[in-house]
T-cell receptor, first 110, second 113 residues
Framework: RKEVEQDPGPFNVPEGATVAFNCTYSNSASQSFFWYRQDCRKEPKLLMSVYSSGNEDGRFTAQLNRASQYISLLIRDSKLSDSATYLCVVILTGGFKTIFGAGTRLFVKA | DVKVTQSSRYLVKRTGEKVFLECVQDMDHENMFWYRQDPGLGLRLIYFSYDVKMKEKGDIPEGYSVSREKKERFSLILESASTNQTSMYLC????????????FGPGTRLLVL
């Protein structure tokens, strides 16, 4: 079983739609959580951190559920430019062991 | 703005060749990382370094070695390239332990024939 699991998709949604991705992790020693975005043939870039209390950045909302060991990303009012692969990232206690999910592909269509 | 650069965007090598991939960061980051990314597998950590001349094995170190002689530079070495090392190689850096945001270079696509 992978330590961090994501639905690979692809998710195909129309512009303006709301879409949500989930990510589950198996290691209870996980301490920090992030969503990264990776455009086609580009490097991953930090999208947002994920906090226990949940956090929002414009159209993006991230949630963490420690009891069920999953994190989520909600994108509202999808734009064509949101088309990318979204990587779930978990860092274990101690700060060095970083585990990346394989990513969820999103296509937003006009 | 943090900048992480990698020596090559694309490389084609033959089986058995020694391959050097270089990574440079310009923000005085303590930690540097080498990953490979393959379809369906995500990013997998090969090696990381938290200080000059220090290195730690990641999840898949076999067939690779690293060198960090200067703080800003972290090199990945394939001692004898094999076809199963064909992949996208990504270098990353982070400020220090406990500050986990990693900044990635543009990647090197390596093809081993």
């Amino acid at each position: 079983r992978k330590e961090v699991e994501q639905d690979p998709g692809p998710f195909n949604v129309p512009e303006g739609a709301t879409v949500a991705f989930n990510c589950t992790y198996s290691n209870s020693a996980s301490q920090s959580f992030f969503w990264y975005r990776q455009d086609c043939r580009k490097e991953p870039k930090l999208l947002m951190s994920v906090y226990s209390s949940g956090n929002e950045d414009g159209r993006f909302t991230a949630q963490l559920n420690r009891a069920s060991q999953y994190i989520s990303l909600l994108i509202r009012d999808s734009k064509l430019s949101d088309s990318a692969t979204y990587l779930c990232v978990v860092i274990l206690t101690g700060g060095f062991k970083t585990i990346f999910g394989a990513g969820t592909r999103l296509f937003v269509k006009a | 703005d943090v900048k992480v650069t990698q020596s090559s965007r694309y490389l084609v090598k033959r089986t058995g060749e020694k391959v050097f991939l270089e990574c440079v960061q310009d923000m005085d980051h303590e930690n540097m990382f080498w990953y490979r990314q393959d379809p369906g597998l995500g990013l997998r950590l090969i090696y990381f370094s938290y200080d000059v001349k220090m290195k730690e094995k990641g999840d898949i170190p076999e067939g690779y070695s690293v060198s960090r002689e200067k703080k800003e530079r972290f090199s990945l070495i394939l001692e004898s390239a094999s076809t199963n090392q064909t992949s996208m190689y990504l270098c990353a850096s982070s400020l220090r332990r406990g500050v986990e945001t990693q900044y990635f270079g543009p990647g090197t696509r390596l093809l081993v024939l």
